[in-house]
């Protein structure tokens, strides 16, 4: 039985369930001489009796498509010879996509040894005997349970209360998805960084100046080492960061200033969402730009200067990704900014305005000092933004992992590595392909630790005029 | 005292101003730039250089021995017609290299074209067809660059004068380019498309709208209405806010252990991109879910439960109704940044070469912006103009996604 239909099925049953659950509270309610007052309305009686069919088929369901997959291997490779598998197993994995793509049609069954051609047909008959087994046990999981709940229920079977009990459960099982979902990080992250520190020291990687992840499939060939020194990785990173940072800060920070303090309600209302379309633009779009207008042109620039007798100047360059990447991120410090300005109360201001400042003075020496940790906040934000910024960097800072400052030349970032690592087809116990997970684990603490610092931040500095 | 420094306190005061006038400015010109620069290099894509041929559609030509059978004449080889119609419309053309030439100047999909034709109108089998055929993308390019700066260093002398002598004729024209909306990716850039990537976004969107605004909405109610003050909610609290600023490669890296490494899921499908991007709009749909929840005032929650309304119920009855305009604005924010999102696709194998146009949300597929990734690093200059046209079709559909939400939300919001 097909995954859709067994679905479909269990929907089916459990609109059953409902049916029939409601019908017997119904039936109890109005039998005997005169109506007996049911403890729920009839809904909850079957709206439960329905829940008790639907969870416990589908979690039969979830279970035995975890499982199944690995069970089904295992049956399968046993009625292999053991030289094919390997001494210590190292082809299982290959004989078996091998079996798959036979039972799939992929690959054509002639010439192909005949204890293949077996495990081919053991293939496909455990399939299918695992699907029907899978559909016959959620069916009647899910039907045993229901008839447990219907039986239970009488006029005093307080149903609403235990749906409710589901219902919350229900609620809280989602909003445990986000604490999954970064445990998942965690664990994905660090378990493939620890396999990648085996193989490299974790200092080699953190201190050393040379990057070059290809490793030599042959060993007489070039670089056949692969070295994993991340500096110049970080430094490319933080150059690019800053340059981005030293657009956005003060543009964003000024507009906002602006915008809240002397700009009129029809200028707000115009400008301000403007400013925000900036914020929507896909980072691609942005990447594109980069590439294709703002690096050859400052390329072009710089030629004119004559720049080249002194400093390498690239096509791909440090200063067209960040400058995109500072246009990207103004309208983040800038809405930022323009909250933590607002929250400054209005009594500090007008305190001010009255001894005789300007409207500058006011800002300068009073608003921005009462906003400074807001502010603060807003731009270790905005830098973490920068650092984990992906396409703009893969599209225009370049691959090459130059150890240089010179913001002309081309760089290379964590997180384009990252990328170019992992794209296309990798094997899982490389070094190569575990350095992204390393490069991965640093991104990620140095990330958590800005955001976690700055809205920590901001939290204190609200709390202060609140 | 005061009255000697005025003057220059308030030349500062202008100098303060319009430093702030300047930073709105350079926000502005930067996002004028952006549009003017991709509408401008875009807007050629959405045409395409034709040229009208007069084809031979004869039965030798297409070495069809048996009229009646369709089969043969859906299958026969349609290329040569083509190049026979170049070689009768310049019959002075002549030598190998020549001709070669010569056929260059047609897209090598021009044959498909006329198969397809074919297809539809049997009945033009023995005729003689006067058609639209789509040109190379060189000879587009130089086609569309004719006026200004002439960009036909691709190209040979002879082809040059060849394009010239139909564009003399009136045979040479720009068209409306179907090709780019009705089909899948090519190699070629006059064949290429974009209706698989944008399938293969709505696949993907599709999954992670039904995945992440349940679970989204679900976690919000959790934590507005039901959880108790105490280390574990403030737990999760922190935990979402922070996996709202978690860069989205991370969570690339997250699919591919997990999903792909883990689970054995394929790579480059709809439903493995729609979950990895459920886990990033997540927290920004549960966190504008919030907001929504808590706009609703009390004294509905009050009312509701005074007359012996459960929890589930006032909150299914009463708070969702009133909440769901601000929380579908929120979602529809969050989808258009899905939308968007190009960093952990690519990692999760979405940056597959796919031709065919993607069908369910196991065939592989590539998404929008990955499209525009892979096409923005083709050598072919004629990919520029598609690049910038896929783009601007990505932008329309963030443009409309996100005015949908603002008049949803002028539409529906209720003050209290």
């Given amino acids: 039985m097909q995954l859709s239909v067994l679905l479909l099925v269990v929907c089916l049953v459990t609109l059953g369930a409902y049916a029939v659950g409601r019908g017997r509270a119904l039936a109890l309610a109005s039998r005997g001489p005169t109506p007996i007052k049911l403890n729920s309305l009839p809904f909850y009686y079957g709206a439960l009796t329905a829940l008790w069919c639907a969870i416990p088929s589908l979690a039969v369901v979830v279970l035995w498509l975890v499982f199944d997959g690995a069970l089904i291997e295992k049956a399968v490779l046993a009625g292999l010879p053991v030289e094919v598998l390997g001494a210590q197993g190292e082809h299982r994995d290959l004989v078996f996509n091998q079996i798959i793509n036979m039972a799939a049609g992929h690959i054509g069954l002639e010439a192909q040894p005949a204890y293949l051609l077996a495990a081919k047909d053991h293939l496909q008959q455990f399939t299918a005997l695992s699907q029907w087994a899978m559909a016959g046990c959620a069916l009647a999981m899910g039907i045993f349970v229901a008839l447990m709940v219907w039986l239970r229920i009488a006029p005093e079977f307080k149903a609403r209360a235990k749906v409710e009990q589901v219902f919350r459960g229900t609620l809280f099982c989602c909003s445990g998805l986000a604490v999954l979902t970064t445990i998942g990080i965690v664990m994905s992250v660090v378990f493939e960084a620890l396999r990648f520190f085996s193989h490299v020291s974790p200092l080699d990687f953190l201190f050393g100046l040379e990057w070059s992840p290809q490793i030599a499939l042959r060993a007489d060939q070039q670089g056949s080492s692969g070295s994993f020194g991340a500096v110049p990785l970080f430094l490319g990173t933080l150059t690019i960061a800053f340059i981005a940072l030293l657009v956005a800060v003060p543009t964003g920070l000024m507009s906002a200033i602006y915008l809240s303090e002397y700009a009129s309600n029809r200028m707000r209302d115009i400008v301000k969402p403007l400013l925000e379309v900036l914020a929507g633009v896909p980072t691609v779009v942005y990447g594109f730009f980069a590439a294709l207008t703002v690096a050859p042109l400052i390329r072009d620039l710089g030629l004119n200067f004559g720049l080249d007798r002194w400093m390498v100047i690239s096509s791909e360059s440090a200063l067209a990704a960040g400058l995109v990447m500072g246009i990207m991120i103004i309208p983040f410090v800038s809405s930022l900014s323009d909250d933590v300005i607002n929250a400054v109360p209005q009594s500090l201001r007008d305190g001010a305005l009255a001894l005789g400042s300007t409207r500058s003075e006011v800002i300068k020496q009073v608003v921005i000092p009462a906003a400074l940790p807001g502010i603060v906040g807003s731009v270790l934000l905005a830098a973490s933004r920068a650092i984990g910024e992906t396409m703009i960097v893969v599209m225009a800072a370049g691959m090459a992992a130059n150890l240089t400052a010179n913001p002309l030349d081309a760089v290379t970032t964590v997180t384009v590595q990252i990328v170019t690592l992992l794209v296309g087809d990798q094997e899982f116990d490389s070094p190569k392909t575990l350095a992204a997970f390393a490069l991965g684990l640093v991104l990620f603490i140095v990330t958590l630790c800005l955001n976690y610092l700055a809205l920590h931040i901001v939290r204190k500095y609200r709390e202060q005029y609140e | ?416």
Avoid at chain 2, 366 to 395: H, K, Y
Wanted: contains cysteine; neutral net charge.
């Fill in chain 2, 1 to 416: 005292m005061v009255q000697s420094s005025l003057a220059k306190r308030y030349r500062s005061e202008k100098g303060f101003r319009a430093f702030g006038i300047l930073s709105i400015a350079v926000g502005l010109v930067a996002l004028s730039c952006l549009f003017v620069g991709i509408i401008g290099s875009g807007i050629g894509g959405f045409t395409q250089t034709k040229v009208r041929l007069e084809l031979d559609l004869s039965v030798e030509l297409l070495g069809i021995t048996d009229t009646h059978n369709a089969e043969q004449i859906k299958d026969a080889d349609y290329q040569p017609v083509v190049r026979e119609a170049l070689a009768l419309r310049f019959p002075q053309v002549e030598g190998r290299s020549d001709k070669r030439l010569l056929n260059a100047i047609m897209s090598v999909g021009a044959g498909y074209e006329v198969q397809a034709l074919m297809r539809k109108h049997p009945e033009w089998l023995g005729t003689k067809q006067t058609i639209w055929l789509t040109a190379d993308d060189d000879v587009d390019v130089y086609y569309k660059s004719r006026k200004g700066k002439v960009l036909g260093d691709r190209l040979k002398e002879q082809q040059i004068g060849w394009i010239e002598e139909l564009i003399a004729k009136g045979d040479m024209e720009r068209k409306f380019n179907v090709a780019f909306f009705m089909s899948g990716d090519s190699a070629e850039p006059e064949l290429a498309g974009i209706l698989g990537t944008l399938l293969g976004s709505i696949f993907t969107l599709s999954i992670t709208l039904s995945l992440s605004f349940p679970i989204g909405v679900a976690a919000a109610i959790y934590l507005e209405e039901y959880a108790p003050r105490n280390k574990f909610t403030d737990f999760i609290e922190v935990n979402i806010n922070n996996l709202a600023a978690v860069p989205s490669v991370i969570f690339g890296l997250l699919g591919l252990a997990i999903f792909i490494n883990l689970f054995h899921l394929p790579r480059s499908i709809p439903l493995v991109g729609g979950l990895v991007l459920t886990l990033i709009t997540l927290p920004t749909i549960i966190i504008s879910s919030r907001v929504a929840i808590k706009s609703v005032p009390p004294s509905i929650r009050e009312a509701a439960l005074g007359i012996g309304a459960s929890k589930m119920q006032t909150i299914l009855h009463h708070v969702l109704p009133l909440a769901l305009p601000g929380m579908l604005t929120g979602a529809i924010i969050g989808m258009a940044h899905a939308l968007g999102e190009t960093a952990p696709l690519l990692m999760i194998g979405m940056v597959a070469f796919v031709m065919d146009i993607p069908d369910s949300i196991h065939s592989a597929a590539t998404v929008l912006p990955v499209q525009i990734f892979l096409w923005s690093d083709s050598p072919e200059r004629a990919f520029v103009e598609r690049t910038s046209a896929a783009i601007m079709v990505l932008l329309m559909f963030l443009i409309c996604m996100n005015t949908l939400a603002v008049v949803l939300r002028k539409r529906l919001e209720r003050r209290w």
